[in-house]
């Protein structure tokens, strides 16, 4: 072991007359343990919050979606079997996406109407796991008498509506009349009703089979576009580029990124932000480390003098300090790690367990929008945390120790 380790260690132990200077020690060491800690609980809170989120985009909507640039798709048969058979992509389904409105003889409301290949859709996207009440392949039921419709959670409390119901769909493109555009009305049957967890999802999306929209339209043969369900959903910017050149310019993909770019950037930046702000606890906390230093170094003059007298280079000084304070930064990094990884991998039991005490519901279902409390914990932050926290350390002891290092003996032993 280096001497000026050994001394550095020594330093740190509590004597009876350096009671004080330990006391402010332990309570650097604290701090830099709340700021590790809390930057650990929130990022992995903030981490989780992302990633439940994708899940519900990516449950609902199609990793990538291709549509023509000149409106409606006719050809859409030959383009399902071109892009089924490249390289990354797993299926490929089509769709119709219309604005019409549901009437429940009580209540309206404007809706986004998705016409859906029941068989080839489930292979896409996760819609068939997100229903909640009745069963999505009665969209097409062939013996029914009236089409089937499957709504959101948030859209059947709205309207007032339970399986069994009769809806009107109501198109407001319509038919030509001598009193001018008459919109379209049909009926159709709640069959189902889904909860993806996403309140815009379920308060404004309704479905019906892809036959039906085209007969309701008056597409004929046609739809929106087609969406497909790749392999990696992180490497679906590749895949766009390679369709948008392979496809030519007669049609236009894009990717689940690119189409809730807002909200992932707003997540993104929002934990950069924290971050930073949640860094300056740690830097309180290196100005403790820096505080304990120079009063380490005044309380140790004479020590400083007789070493120096000895033969101990300024450098080795300066390490002796350097190393006391990096020694209260580990130590401080280590607890707050521990302590923050304990919270974070049991938050939800622990939040629970608040709200059982308490009495008082932390985040409201009905607000929030939130079956449970997510956190996932990535490895790569809580590495950038330690280095960080361990870093802001070592440059808070870079002052006091070479200040150490520039005392004089003679100076130093004047008034001994």
Do not use: C
Not at 107 to 116: A, D, E, F, P
Not at 329 to 339: E, H, I
Not at 378 to 394: E, K, Q, R
């Amino acid at each position: 072991m280096p001497f000026e380790l050994f001394i550095g260690l020594r330093y740190l132990r509590a004597k009876r007359k350096s009671t004080f200077i330990s006391l402010i020690t332990l309570i650097s060491v604290a701090g830099v343990a709340l700021g590790v800690m809390a930057l650990i609980i929130v990022l992995a809170v903030m981490t989780g919050f992302e990633e439940d989120l994708k899940e519900k985009i990516l449950g609902t909507n199609a990793h990538v979606v291709i549509l023509s640039t000149s409106g409606a798709m006719d050809d859409y048969h030959p383009l399902l079997d071109k892009v089924r058979k490249m390289d990354g992509v797993v299926a490929a389904t089509p769709f119709i996406y219309n604005q019409v409105m549901l009437s429940s003889g009580r209540n309206v409301s404007g809706v986004v109407l998705r016409g859906i290949d029941v068989a080839t859709d489930a292979k896409v996207t996760n819609l068939h796991k997100s229903m909640v009440e009745g069963n999505l392949q009665k969209l097409e039921d062939p013996t029914a008498k009236t089409p089937g419709v499957v709504v959101g959670k948030e859209l059947a409390k709205n309207l007032g509506l339970f399986v069994g119901d009769t809806i009107d769909v109501i198109s407001p493109m319509g038919n030509i009349t001598p009193f001018g555009m008459m919109p379209k009305l049909r009926h159709f049957k709640l069959v189902g009703i889904f909860n993806t967890g996403m309140f815009e999802y379920d308060s404004t999306l309704a479905y019906v089979s892809l036959d039906e929209a085209q007969q309701f339209l008056g597409m004929g043969d046609v739809v929106t576009g087609v969406q497909l369900k790749v392999r990696d959903v992180y490497k679906t910017g590749a895949l766009v580029q390679k369709l948008n050149s392979t496809l030519g310019p007669s049609y236009h993909a894009r990717d689940w990124m690119q189409m809730n770019k807002n909200i992932l950037f707003a997540l993104k930046t929002e934990k950069s932000v924290m971050f930073v702000i949640l860094t300056l606890i740690v830097l309180v906390a290196a100005f403790g480390i820096a505080s304990t230093l120079f009063m380490v170094v005044m309380e140790k003059t004479r020590d400083i003098a007789i070493l120096k007298s000895m033969g101990a280079t300024s450098r080795s000084i300066m390490r002796i300090f350097v190393f006391e304070g990096v020694i209260i930064g580990v130590f401080g990094t280590a607890v707050g790690v521990l302590s923050g990884l304990l919270v974070a991998l049991n938050l939800e039991p622990i939040v629970g367990f608040i709200q059982r005490m308490t009495g008082f519901e932390l985040f409201s279902k009905d607000i929030y929008y939130l079956d449970h409390f997510p956190s996932r914990v990535i490895p790569s932050d809580v590495l950038l945390i330690s280095v960080t926290a361990v870093l802001i350390s070592f440059i808070a002891t870079l002052y006091p120790s070479w200040a150490a290092s520039r005392m004089a003996p003679a100076e130093a032993l004047r008034y001994e």
